[in-house]
């Protein structure tokens, strides 16, 4: 008998925990992953692997995968028939043709990310159609980390210190609203801090993941980061504990701020955050106290809230007033989607503008009201689930009843794709097609390791036969997905790399990027440094020194309502981790936290069933009585199907803050403000 032919794969993680991934090696015997293990070379990650990418495996021969086209043969959840490709792409853009470019939208969630996650090359090829064609495409990141973005931005602090940065040189690291279970890679580096005598802060809404390592936990109230920042500033400023020379030479407006802080004493602070005063000085005095200090801010769950943004911006303002922006072991560490000094790729738009003649803003409300005034006629999702990741559920299941032709693209099917896609595409998976991955260190090469199961296929190659069907001209200009490649990596952060030099070297480029942000003290701001008073912000309509709004009080639904992720989930990826076997055995089911005083009111027992509700709809779960969470705040993790039918899709910014920064800003306010109650089940 011939001797089974076996491969060593070296490849990165198909999740996307950025800037933070993980390297793995994967071995195939006789076309099949036999064994996923960690990668000891991988710089970044030197073979940690979680509990999620050890089951990247169960993606491949999984029986729930989605292998052919299919179309559905009536609006019931389970009437599909399978189509053949031609049928399908003759469907699509039939229908697409028939209306107006602008009546056909793209919509990418973090699945279309597997395999190029720091790349996005895929974001790029949708944007480019979008572009090319007339249609409608609207950033990602504001489902996510983009209104943080927005907050640091304003003030002109969106370069991170990186991991390695941390461990190496920060002496106190405050973990702001960051909770390692969405870069558990940075855990490693955490460590190395402590080890080497650093102080470890943690600030959250409820006792997370990252606060067994903390030296100092401290639980504030939901929505109050701002609050907190801004009682913070008034001790630095009030005692003088602030780098007078940094202030003078780096920031603009440092008057108007500290005439404007003296309001927002320690004592106001503590009013909304629930600290006590003391604690807050104490905080402000080590911060100040401790030049290498980092602040490593949450990605998404902080910012999502009315005072999401807010929060964001007034953190920023700290290291000005300190002097820690452009320093090895201080600024502000790694987020999701935070940028290191230097990072970047070329950009694979056309020149030019869009054209599209009727663009439909790039925020969660507009596309609501779009899709619920019948504004899209074709709406394409790539590895999404939507349905359960956007705010105000109804709303959006309203709008889907008015898309003539919903077209999911995807590994596995979901509660979108099962209640309201007309056809669905088969996707590849990380192993079954060309990509890379970019870390705040390196650029990873992701080969191909495998032939795609069934009649998968890429979304390059579908976006290449759509453009080729609707006649789009210059969509695709290069010879195939490695040409395109090439052209994305055509950056200094990259040294020009290219996929023929990726596999020479290993399938790793190091970045020529800094470990910290801001060495040459240039801001992302108009005026070049750190703004505490934002001019460009006035213009918007928007405040224009960092303020806080307290969260609006309601007597009929006094619970603060908030989400999270945590280390055994993947937002709405494979059917939020369903799909694996692995990984369904720890999902378990949807569990809200809440205070022991609060379900005592409520009559609530610890492990009983509940109704999340409030005027928007309702959501079901069992009660998890802890006091890891402050009395007034529920918590629950993200990504369960309807949980958005409680949050607001209202928007957060002015239609004139969408286009200030390359990301998506236009989130939604997706905070909720509940009351729960047991659920008494009927006898009969
Ligand atoms: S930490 Fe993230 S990138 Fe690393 S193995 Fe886990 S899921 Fe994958």
């Not at 759509?466 to 990596?489: N, T």
């Not at 027992?605 to 409030?614: M, Q, S």
Request: aromatic share 8%; proline share 5%; hydrophobic share 40%.
């Amino acid at each position: 008998m011939a001797e089974a032919e076996t491969r060593v794969v070296r490849t990165m993680c198909p999740m996307n925990c950025h800037p933070t991934l993980c390297g793995m090696q994967v071995t195939v015997q006789d076309g099949l992953v036999t064994r996923i293990e960690g990668d000891d070379d991988n710089p970044d990650s030197r073979g940690f692997l979680c509990m999620r990418g050890r089951s990247a495996g169960e993606l491949l021969g999984n029986e729930r995968r989605i292998l052919y086209p299919m179309a559905r043969v009536r609006r019931d959840r389970n009437a599909w028939e399978r189509i053949s490709w031609p049928e399908a792409m003759s469907r699509i853009a039939g229908s697409v043709a028939s209306h107006p470019p602008e009546q056909f939208g793209i919509w990418m969630g973090h699945g279309d990310a597997a395999t190029n996650y720091g790349t996005r090359s895929g974001g790029q090829l949708a944007k480019r159609f979008a572009h090319l064609y007339g249609s409608q495409w609207w950033h990602p990141a504001m489902i996510c980390w983009g209104l943080g973005g927005f907050g640091l931005g304003i003030t002109g602090v969106l370069e991170v210190n990186t991991k390695e940065d941390m461990s190496a040189h920060s002496d106190l690291v405050v973990l702001w609203g960051a909770n390692i279970a969405s870069q558990p890679n940075t855990a490693r580096h955490l460590k190395l801090a402590k080890a080497r005598g650093a102080r470890v802060i943690t600030i959250d809404v409820r006792d997370s993941e990252a606060t067994a390592r903390a030296d100092l936990h401290l639980r504030i109230r939901p929505g109050s980061d701002a609050a907190l920042a801004l009682g913070i500033m008034h001790t630095l400023i009030n005692e003088a504990l602030i780098d007078r020379d940094f202030i003078d030479a780096h920031t603009l407006g440092f008057e108007q701020l500290a005439s404007h802080v003296r309001q927002f004493d320690a004592g106001w602070a503590s009013t909304h955050t629930g600290l006590d005063a003391e604690i807050i000085v104490s905080l402000a005095r080590e911060y100040a106290a401790t030049h290498r200090a980092m602040i490593v801010m949450g990605g998404s769950s902080m910012h999502k809230g009315a005072n999401g943004w807010h929060g964001a911006r007034a953190i920023a303002c700290l290291p000005a007033l300190t002097g820690k922006l452009g320093i090895p072991g201080g600024g502000l560490g790694e987020r999701h989607g935070g940028t290191a000094h230097g990072f970047g790729l070329k950009d694979l738009s056309p020149i030019g503008a869009s054209a599209c003649t009727a663009i439909i803003p790039d925020q969660m409300s507009a596309m609501l009201d779009a899709f619920e005034a019948g504004k899209i006629s074709t709406l394409m999702l790539n590895g999404t689930n939507m349905g359960s990741s956007f705010a105000e559920t109804h709303r959006l299941e309203r709008g889907f009843g008015k898309i003539e032709q919903i077209v999911c693209i995807d590994l596995f099917m979901n509660e979108t794709i099962a209640q309201h896609a007309d056809i669905v595409l088969p996707a590849t998976a990380w192993l079954e097609q060309l990509g890379a991955k970019m870390t705040h260190t390196h650029l990873y090469l992701m080969e191909p390791a495998l032939p795609p199961e069934g009649e998968c296929r890429t979304f390059s190659e579908i976006l290449r036969s759509l453009a080729a069907a609707l006649d789009v001209q210059q969509f695709f200009p290069w010879d195939d997905d490695e040409h395109m490649l090439d052209q994305l990596f055509d950056h200094p952060a990259t040294v020009h790399a290219t996929i023929r030099r990726l596999r020479e070297q290993g399938g790793k480029q190091a970045l020529n990027v800094s470990r910290h942000g801001y060495p040459t003290h240039a801001f992302s701001t108009p005026s070049g440094k750190v703004e505490f008073f934002s001019e460009r912000a006035g213009k918007m309509g928007l405040a224009a020194l960092p303020v806080f709004t307290p969260p609006e009080e309601s007597a009929q639904y006094p619970l603060q309502f908030r989400q999270g992720r945590t280390l055994t989930h993947f937002h709405g990826f494979y059917d939020h981790g369903a799909a694996l076997p692995t990984m369904n055995k720890r999902r378990g089911k949807p569990t809200l936290w809440i205070a022991p005083v609060d379900a005592m009111h409520r009559e609530i027992e610890d492990g009983g069933a509940v109704r999340i509700f409030n005027e928007r709809g309702e959501f079901r779960a069992t009660a998890l009585v802890t006091t890891k969470i402050e009395a007034g705040t529920v918590w629950m993790r993200d990504g369960w199907a309807g949980l958005n039918r409680v949050t607001n899709g209202d928007a957060c910014l002015p239609e004139a803050a969408l286009g200030t920064f390359a990301f998506g800003v236009g989130q939604s306010l997706q905070d909720a403000q509940v009351d729960v109650r047991p659920v008494v089940e009927s006898l009969t």
